[in-house]
T-cell receptor, first 112, second 113 residues
Framework: QKEVEQDPGPLSVPEGAIVSLNCTYS??????FMWYRQYSRKGPELLMY????GNKEDGRFTAQVDKSSKYISLFIRDSQPSDSATYLC????????????FGSGTRLLVRP | GAGVSQSPSNKVTEKGKDVELRCDPI?????LYWYRQSLGQGLEFLIY????????KSGLPSDRFSAERTGGSVSTLTIQRTQQEDSAVYLC???????????FGPGTRLTVL
């Protein structure tokens, strides 16, 4: 079983919809949680970074962490065709390297 | 400012050949990471550098893989005697210091024929 589970999708929504992306994890040692967006043939780019349970908002994006349930979410409001990409959750433990452990990624398609 | 750069962007090689992949991190970033992204395995950690030393090599899949970093800057990932299963996108990331944000390069797409 993988340490981080993420539904691969694809997820197809109409423009303007609210999108919900989720990951679950099994190791309670994870302390930092991130969401990356990756366009085709590009490197991942950081969208959100949180380290505590609760919500964090940045524009149209809201990241939610529930450490008691080992569950994280990313919400995208008023989705746009330009949001079409693969969304990767990532997390790290407080160890010497802080290497990222990624989910498998969810492909999102926002239809005009 | 300049981001993380990687070269080459694409590399096609024959099975059994050696390849070298290069990463130029963001200037001043002391932490550097190599990851591999493949269809079957997703995005996986390979090795972590702090300065020129590599305190975490736990993700290197075999002794055919090695990496070095010189001058606290450029890093090279070397794969010896390449196999078809080495085909993947190799991504480099850097951060000012762990656990700060990791910024990724565009990757090198390696195809082993």
């Amino acid at each position: 079983q993988k340490e981080v589970e993420q539904d691969p999708g694809p997820l197809s929504v109409p423009e303007g919809a609210i999108v919900s992306l989720n990951c679950t994890y099994s190791n309670s040692a994870f302390q930092y949680f991130m969401w990356y967006r990756q366009y085709s043939r590009k490197g991942p780019e950081l969208l959100m970074y949180t380290y505590s349970s609760g919500n964090k908002e940045d524009g149209r994006f809201t990241a939610q962490v529930d450490k008691s349930s080992k569950y994280i979410s990313l919400f995208i409001r008023d989705s746009q065709p330009s949001d079409s990409a693969t969304y990767l959750c990532a997390m790290t433990k407080m160890d010497s390297s802080y290497k990222l452990i990624f989910g498998s990624g969810t492909r999102l398609l926002v239809r005009p | 400012g300049a981001g993380v750069s990687q070269s080459p962007s694409n590399k096609v090689t024959e099975k059994g050949k050696d390849v070298e992949l290069r990463c130029d991190p963001i200037s001043g970033h002391t932490a550097l990471y190599w990851y591999r992204q493949s269809l079957g395995q997703g995005l996986e950690f390979l090795i972590y550098f702090q300065g020129n030393s590599a305190p975490d090599k736990s993700g290197l899949p075999s002794d055919r893989f090695s990496a070095e970093r010189t001058g606290g800057s450029v890093s090279t990932l070397t794969i010896q005697r390449t196999q078809q299963e080495d085909s993947a996108v190799y991504l480099c990331a850097s951060s000012s210091q762990a656990p700060d944000t990791q910024y990724f390069g565009p990757g090198t797409r390696l195809t082993v024929l």
